[in-house]
């Protein structure tokens, strides 16, 4: 496979996801390229093979009462609380619309609102530098999107207005489109009145009742841990100094290193749309991947 030129290279995205735009730039197929800009966990299963057992679920309107209710008993939580959104992005649109808000602290993801006043937002663990927040950190909504996989545990369970979480991480399938969010109240209203109608298709919710069955969060999260070790050790190894993480990524500041390994068909997450235009983000690979990225920094 075939370097791509320096002029040739395409920018990055706004939140991560380049492995597409690498491939076309490079002429190679999408799954050639080892993206790690998307900090996704690297032992789901295999979501395609799950997939093709329901595809008869494309000839039915969405019906989310089922999936609603198993991830609501997964979690623990009383059903009447959750909503299933088409993704991450649309739970934290549902909440901000309802609540408005602003982050606790900058750097924080772009998506969650900035109004300067109103309800607090935090990310936990702390996206983009990976952290877990410490056992009294506060905040009035909570982003959970990668905290089962930075803790094997589904939530916090903190009090809050809501709690966004996202099974698209947990189960490494943003195509699939699968988020939620759990309402201190006003869920019932948020799914009547302000989510579009059948807003998560029907192969999505076909599928939960096995994503959750599947799941193996305590497991997951050790490997994830035992993963991120490792590549941490390699990023030293080539001088880089990787910031402590509890997720399934690593922040670190390296100046080029996007376009460099870009050109080696890997892409990794910038993080200008943090306001760190020097940093990237890095998700933890599964050994395979560790592998490729080895002989790319090599190079």
Request: hydrophobic content about 40%; proline content about 8%; charged content about 20%.
């Amino acid at each position: 496979m075939t370097p791509l030129r320096r002029t040739a290279l395409p920018p990055p995205g706004p939140h991560g996801g380049d492995g597409p735009a690498i491939a076309r730039a490079l002429g190679w197929p999408l799954d050639d390229v080892l993206d790690l800009s998307l900090s996704l966990n690297p032992c789901a299963p295999d979501i395609a093979g799950l997939a093709g057992r329901h595809l008869g679920s494309l000839r039915h309107y969405p019906d989310a009462a089922t999936a609603t209710r198993l991830l609501a008993d997964t979690i623990g939580v009383d059903p009447a609380r959750v909503v299933l959104t088409n993704g991450g992005a649309e739970a934290i649109a549902l909440v901000r619309d309802r609540f408005g808000g602003t982050v606790s602290a900058e750097p924080e993801f772009s998506l969650h609102p900035r109004a300067g006043f109103g309800p607090r937002w935090r990310s936990d663990p702390h996206n983009p530098s990976g952290a877990l927040a410490v056992a009294d950190a506060r905040a009035d909504v909570w982003d959970e999107a990668f905290y089962p996989l930075a803790t094997g545990r589904w939530t916090a369970g903190r009090p809050a207005l809501a709690t966004i979480g996202s099974l698209t991480k947990v189960f490494a399938c943003p195509g699939l489109r699968l988020g939620y969010l759990i309402a201190g109240d006003g869920a019932d209203e948020i799914r009547r009145n302000e989510q579009t109608e059948w807003s998560v298709n029907s192969l999505a919710l076909a599928l939960v009742p096995e994503l959750l069955a599947s799941a193996e969060l305590d497991k997951w999260a050790r490997v994830i841990t035992e993963l991120r070790g490792q590549l941490v050790d390699l990023l030293v190894t080539h001088g880089l100094t990787p910031q402590r993480s509890d997720a399934n990524w690593v922040l670190v500041e390296a100046p080029g290193l996007r376009d460099r390994l870009a050109r080696r068909g890997i892409a990794v997450r910038d993080c200008t749309s943090f306001g760190l235009p020097r940093h990237v983000r890095i998700a933890v690979p599964d050994e395979r991947g560790l592998e490729r990225l080895q002989t790319a920094l090599a190079r």
